[in-house]
């Protein structure tokens, strides 16, 4: 009989669930016994069964699998091997035909009396862990494998991949790492799923220290695998190690592994966190740029911001603009006055922080003292008296403006200029 690839496919992409017990005593099986099941005399059908089983699977290998069930659904078995044969193909027909309930029903009665060549038995087993795992019948699943592992004494790390997706599933996070650990130490050739449930259990259990381990020997074991080394750089947040971020990051980052705009930002913040907003800045404008990460204001924000850390006034000044015309932020614009002031851009400063007051901004007393200077350095010395008036309206800058009045009266007077 042909494999069934819907339900390979189905084991494959399952998620399975089970008991609390761990892998260790999840299986006992019976060596003896089982060597004596594999050196039984194979059995074989009834003529009678034998020859109905033999024009079903006639119409089976025309494609016509409905017409093949009716008639092994009519057969009358007279003994319980030819019953539990005609059984067995009949769950794995109906798996074929994704009617899962009626093959898990014929499956489990293929199996129950335990009569069928040990070959079909496991493989029956097995199939109904898949059809269990299927259907979400998770605990179901489990002791079906459960009972695969008994039967045959065998350990597979598939089937032990399957028992910690099924405690991940239960939410039973402790219990994954055992079957995970069991499944990579058989595994021929290295498999991701163990790997990624350790790590998501792990996760669950917010143990970031461990996540961080098992995100480095992934690293190691596929040591070119974007996904692997640009998540790697993530988790290295959870454990605030910022410089391992930084170096794995710029690793990702070099060899082209970046995909999405987050993965940008996560580096730019490693800059950030490692005292290096220069780096920070630049990243992220040249991402944005590119069209790497998109304009928004929450992105323009933070290249302002970190240019602003690392002394680059002008630059800091003009992000700050940008970002306050997406939704004519006060705050925003008064920083860009503010900047271009100390950047001794006189006339660009009044603008901005004409503009951040046009807009109701809450800091009035700040900008007034701000645009007096900005006034007094271009020698407009009423404007500026005027402007710092205004500031002693605000009690936060009372105490500076009043200073600073007398001193733009008298340099006003010295130049000529009445007030």
Same mark, same amino acid.
């Given at each position: 009989m042909r494999n069934f690839s819907k339900v390979t496919a189905l084991a494959i992409l399952m998620s399975v669930t089970g008991a609390t017990l761990s892998a260790s005593v999840l299986a006992a099986p019976d060596y003896a016994? +089982?060597?004596?099941r594999k050196?039984?005399?194979t059995k074989i059908m009834g003529e009678r069964t034998g020859k109905k089983v033999i024009k079903a699977f006639d119409l089976y290998n025309e494609e016509k699998v409905d017409e093949a069930i009716v008639l092994l659904r009519? +057969?009358?078995?007279?003994?319980?091997? &030819?019953?539990?044969?005609?059984?067995?193909?009949?769950?794995?027909?109906?798996? %074929?035909?994704?009617?899962? &309930?009626?093959?898990i029903k014929y499956s489990k009665q293929a199996v129950a009396p335990d009569v069928l060549n040990f070959a079909d038995q496991e493989q029956t087993l097995k199939l109904l862990g898949d059809l269990y795992a299927g259907?979400?019948?998770? %605990?179901?699943a489990k002791k079906a494998y459960v009972a695969w592992m008994d039967f045959t004494g065998q350990e597979d790390p598939t089937v032990y991949t399957r028992i910690a997706q099924a405690n991940y599933q239960l939410e039973q996070f402790r219990d994954v790492f055992e079957p995970a650990d069991k499944a990579i130490k058989l595994q021929k050739e290295p498999n991701k799923g163990p790997y990624q449930l350790k790590l998501g259990a792990y996760f669950e259990l917010k143990d970031y220290a461990n996540m961080v381990k098992i995100g480095e020997e992934i690293v190691r074991v596929w040591p070119d695998d974007k996904k692997a080394w640009v998540s790697l750089g993530k988790y290295y947040l959870q454990t605030e190690d910022y410089q391992k971020g930084l170096a794995t990051m710029e690793v990702a980052y070099k060899n082209g592994y970046f995909e999405n705009e987050v993965e940008y930002k996560v580096l730019s913040n490693f800059y950030s966190l490692n005292e290096i907003p220069f780096r920070a800045a630049v990243t992220l404008e040249k991402a944005v740029k590119s069209e790497k990460v998109k304009r928004t204001k929450q992105n323009v924000s933070a290249i302002a911001s970190n240019y602003h850390r690392s002394k680059d006034l002008e630059k800091a000044a003009k992000y700050y603009e940008e970002a306050a015309k997406f939704d004519d932020d006060a705050e925003l614009y008064r920083k860009a006055g503010s900047l271009l002031l100390q950047s001794e851009k006189f006339s660009a400063a009044v603008v901005r922080l004409n503009k951040a007051l046009e807009l109701g901004s809450d800091k009035k007393g700040t900008i007034y003292s701000d645009l007096a200077e900005a006034y007094y350095y271009q020698g407009k010395y009423k404007q500026a008296y005027a402007a710092i008036t205004k500031a002693m309206d605000d009690p936060r800058t009372r105490k500076f403006a009043k200073g600073w009045s007398t001193y733009i009266k008298d340099k006003a007077a010295r130049n000529g200029v009445k007030i």
């Open positions: 016994k +089982i060597e004596e050196k039984a005399k009519e +057969i009358d078995a007279s003994n319980d091997f &030819d019953k539990a044969t005609v059984n067995r193909y009949l769950g794995s027909m109906y798996a %074929q035909k994704e009617k899962y &309930d009626e093959a259907t979400e019948k998770y %605990q179901e």
